[in-house]
């Protein structure tokens, strides 16, 4: 009979405590921590994760707002193509300006003063002052002409030993031809460093 008692009266505790508990809240264990079979109260919305995909773009309404949207996106490729260019990635570049090669060839022309930035200015006064139909100023400009010629090819020669030699040794097993680098080296060598596409990444003086 003891134990019917005692069995009652722990009924009883436990209801009196479920009366107590508000509805909604978390029933907690005897160490304060919330039950895993509490269900959360109702008239809650679940919160969703939140989508961080670009949304697509609705179509075009028409065929002028389809050839605006066309004319938009070829600008926006053509801006970052010729972005890319400018700064040497090698998605972007042109066929002859590729290849670790290339980009060694760029650093050693930029990194100096080349005379042949000069030969095609000399060239076009030596064009005018034939035009003028003076004959002392003309054999002048040939001569000044004939000077920067010569002084362009000391310097694509020089140019050229440098670009075999460090070729030789960062590239070991390189199979692009040695002709075709010092004709790119000799190319760039005589446009202006503005005009150079890819820019120049290093200045005068910069080690390669």
Same mark, same amino acid.
């Given at each position: 009979m003891p134990t019917l008692f005692r069995r @009652?009266?722990?009924?009883?505790v436990e209801e009196s405590v479920s009366s107590v508990t508000p509805e909604g809240t978390e029933p907690e264990t005897a160490d304060g921590s919330a039950t895993k079979a509490h269900t959360p109260a109702k008239g809650k919305a679940t919160p969703k994760r939140t989508d961080g995909r670009r949304k697509p773009e609705p179509p075009p309404a028409n @065929?002028?707002?389809a050839y605006k949207r066309m004319k938009t996106k070829q600008r926006s490729e053509r801006s970052e193509a010729m972005a890319g260019m400018r700064a040497g990635d090698e998605r972007f570049l042109m066929p002859r300006d590729k290849g670790p090669e290339k980009a060694l060839v760029r650093d050693i022309v930029d990194s100096r003063r080349t005379v042949g930035t000069w030969f095609f200015g000399s060239a076009f006064v030596v064009l005018l002052g034939t035009g003028t139909g003076n004959p002392t100023f003309v054999m002048y400009a040939q001569l000044i002409w004939f000077a920067i010629a010569f002084a362009t090819l000391v310097d694509t020669v020089l140019i050229c030993r440098k670009v075999g030699r460090l070729v030789r040794e960062r590239f070991p097993k390189s199979t692009v031809s040695t002709r075709s680098l010092y004709f790119y080296a000799f190319m760039r060598a005589i446009t202006f460093r503005r005009l150079r596409m890819p820019q120049a990444r290093l200045k005068f003086g910069?080690?390669?």
């Open positions: @009652k009266s722990a009924n009883l @065929k002028r707002e910069d080690p390669v």
